[in-house]
């Protein structure tokens, strides 16, 4: 029913666990199913001088799907500008782990709202539009 890299980054999630001095947090939960999701970043300036995510970190109580979508987000934004991050859409996801099931797409949908929820809390908190 899962696909390998599902289950990889369920069972070997990256970037697990809160980090230290955190610029921002995106926390989102589902109401129906019950799962909760929030992703740490930290932000500093790239090669460019534009503002990226220099590290990430998430919690995940869920399901195999929350945990595997929010670890791999975390690996895709990780480097990314904000912006870039900011891009990510749950096909994207998708299309890094494998099909997930259809009943299990809103756990990929609930990552990228917990990244974009962390990225504009931190736009919002430094004025940045
Ligand atoms: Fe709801 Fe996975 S079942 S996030």
Redesign the pocket.
């Known amino acids: 029913m899962y696909s390998k890299e599902i289950i990889d980054h369920f069972q070997n999630p990256k970037n697990m666990g809160a980090i230290e001095g955190v610029d921002a947090v995106g926390s989102v939960g589902?109401p129906?199913?019950?799962?909760i999701?929030k992703i740490y970043i930290k932000v500093g300036k790239n090669e460019s001088g534009e503002d990226a995510i220099k590290d990430i970190g998430f919690e995940?109580l869920?399901?195999?799907?929350?945990i595997s979508?929010t670890s791999m987000i975390t690996e895709m934004a990780k480097g990314k500008t904000l912006d870039e991050a900011m891009k990510i859409e749950f096909k994207d996801v998708e299309s890094a782990l494998g099909e997930i099931p259809p009943?299990?797409l809103?756990?990929a949908d609930?990552?990228v709202r917990a990244l974009r929820e962390a990225i504009g809390q931190y736009k919002n908190s430094n004025r940045i539009s």
């Open positions: 589902n129906v199913c019950g799962d999701m995940t869920g399901c195999v799907a929350a979508t009943v299990k809103h756990c609930l990552s």
